[in-house]
């Protein structure tokens, strides 16, 4: 009965997550198959916008990591102050990001990923405006995680639908320029997506203030704000490492490699995504449960890795069989691509040990062990980096060299996990 209710525990935190993950991601792709319809260079272009912003978005949103573990670590005296200063942090590292992106999207594109010409002028223009999402999104995370550490994460589902809801309406009347609108192509999708996430935050903005999970905002301080930066260094620094230079990395080999090839990548990433989806809902199971009193923190991990687990290898079964329909979605010219199948089939299999380690890492952080993980995939990742410059040469040898980076990863953490968990006895 116990693990019965502890897997209800899980699945009430982690379901919602992945309905709104899912949501995100099938309403993201449909953003990325109306920009696929304008030209192959706009989506390769856009679609290495998106994936590179993105990962940087999610090494920001780490805090979100620091603010559960420090909300139950903390007095109930504290937390209202706790949010209030995570929160000022959010809105200031948003606007320092939204002001660099915004300013240097050309130079950013151009020197650092190789992009010329069409595809250059396509993604320099939607990153312009795009820039504004680290604004917003860094908002949204301090919400998200109120309801997280609320148990209320369905709040977050139903924010996400209305947003992504809006988004694919406006992406429809601006790129194709219906129903009167003037015809914007990529402008109109970026354009779409910052409207998108307004709706969301004023969304949950709305749902903290009339359920009073924040009761007061009044109590920010330097001395609160630096204590807090100084405890997320260590978080940051992992994501930044996993989330932005190895992403980076990759995104600036593949870039040269050609706009087929890129464009090639920016699908199978989009099918990852999906099949990545139940990490974000497991990981965040499992920095609220692992510190519960009423389980043992053994229990927690096993229940986890066996759930999540499931579901991944269930979702990427029915990704694979119907890769075929979803290329098609792109355009029949992605659908003709010989490489195509292959390259979902490695990616999905790579991502799986990716899978893995980003629950083992939810684990590891929780426990305190956030400076171990940061020093091992420092250094697992700066060999396989030297690799990935000289020997990957397509995108099979490239997905090779990551899986062997994220292998080496996992079973490291999974004798400190062991290792943990038995000092605990």
């Known amino acids: 009965m116990k693990n019965t209710d502890l897997i209800a525990k899980i699945n009430k935190i982690s379901i919602p997550l992945m309905f709104t993950s899912v949501t995100s991601l099938v ?12 030209s192959i260079e706009s989506f390769a272009g856009v679609g290495l916008v998106v994936s590179v912003l993105n990962c940087i978005v999610g090494v920001l949103g780490v805090l979100s990591v620091g603010l559960v573990i420090q909300f139950f670590d903390s007095n109930e005296s504290e937390r209202d102050e706790l949010i209030a200063n995570y929160y000022v942090i959010s809105l200031m590292i948003g606007f320092l990001f939204m002001l660099i992106i915004g300013a240097f999207s050309n130079p950013i594109l151009k020197i650092g990923f190789g992009l010329r010409d069409k595809t250059l002028y396509e993604g320099a223009g939607y990153l312009k405006i795009y820039s504004v999402s680290f604004l917003l999104n860094m908002q949204i995370f301090v919400c998200n995680t109120v309801f997280k550490i609320q148990k209320t994460t369905s709040y977050i589902f139903f924010a996400s639908l209305a947003g992504n809801v809006v988004n694919i309406i406006l992406d429809y009347l601006l790129i194709f320029g219906k129903q009167g609108f003037p ?21 949950e903005m709305t749902v903290i203030l009339k359920r009073r999970y924040i009761c007061k905002m009044n109590c920010v301080s330097p001395e609160k704000m630096r204590d807090i930066i100084k405890y997320n260094i260590p978080l940051i ?78 979702l990427a079964l029915i990704v694979y069989v119907n890769r075929y329909s979803i290329l098609g979605f792109f355009g029949e010219d992605y659908r003709g691509i010989d490489s195509a199948s292959t390259i979902i089939l490695v990616s999905i299999i790579i991502q799986g040990i990716n899978y893995i380690f980003v629950l083992f890492r939810a684990m590891l952080q929780s426990m ?30 490239l997905y090779v060299l990551l899986g062997m980076n994220y292998f080496a990863i996992s079973v490291s953490s999974a004798r400190r996990i062991k290792r943990s968990l038995h000092n605990e006895i």
Not at 183 to 203: E, Q, W
């Open 27 to 38: 309403m993201g792709m449909i953003d990325q198959i109306f920009v696929g319809h304008i």
């Open 183 to 203: 015809k914007l192509g990529t402008t109109g999708a970026a354009i779409s997506t910052v409207i998108a996430l307004m709706v969301t935050l004023l969304f």
């Open 237 to 314: 620094a992992q994501e930044l490492l996993e989330g932005v230079v190895l992403v980076f990395l990759t995104n600036m080999i593949v870039g040269r490699m050609g706009a087929v090839t890129l464009a090639i990548f920016n699908i199978s990433q989009q099918l990852i995504n999906i099949v990545l989806m139940p990490a974000y809902g497991y990981s965040s199971a499992i920095n609220v449960l692992i510190n519960d009193d009423e389980y043992t923190r053994k229990d927690v991990a096993k229940t986890v890795i066996e759930v999540g687990t499931f579901a991944y290898f269930l």
């Open 368 to 397: 305190g062990e956030a400076e171990w993980i940061l020093k091992i995939t420092c250094l697992i990742n700066i060999i396989v980096s030297l690799c990935m410059i000289f020997f990957a040469k397509n995108l099979i040898s």
